[in-house]
Nanobody, 125 residues
């Protein structure tokens, strides 16, 4: 059974930082590119970042570029998302998702094989 379990969400003040983790089980982690997608209330899902299977290549949405980083630890089957200088508009449910490495990277929110249940991040002004 595949599980992607996010943690680390919560209430953060504007200008603050967040660090989300996503622990994967039931998959061969290094065979998957890992992405973060978020969804704010009343809005469509939005691509945030993706990292390739080895960690050597990353892509960020323009809205978070320069403020967020993505990393992974294949020994721990875990992917991380760190955000700095958080803004109110970063408020959303953040989902991690796994995409088979052969599908490549990209900013499309479709095409992922597995999704986590999401973790809420609320940025207070």
């Amino acid at each position: 059974q595949v599980q992607l379990v996010e943690s680390g969400g919560g209430l953060v003040q504007a200008g603050g930082t967040l660090r989300l983790s996503c622990a994967a089980s039931g998959i061969t982690f290094r065979q998957y590119n890992m992405g973060w997608v978020r969804q704010a209330p009343g809005k469509e899902r939005e691509f945030v970042a993706i990292i390739n299977w080895s960690g050597s290549s990353v892509i960020f949405a323009d809205s978070v570029k320069g403020r967020f980083t993505i990393s992974r630890d294949n020994a721990k089957n875990t992917v991380y998302l760190q955000g700095n200088s958080l803004k109110f508009e970063d408020t959303a449910v953040y989902y991690c998702a796994a995409k088979s490495a052969w599908r490549g990277l990209g900013t499309n929110v479709e095409g992922y094989d597995y999704w986590g249940q999401g973790t809420q991040v609320t940025v207070s002004s």
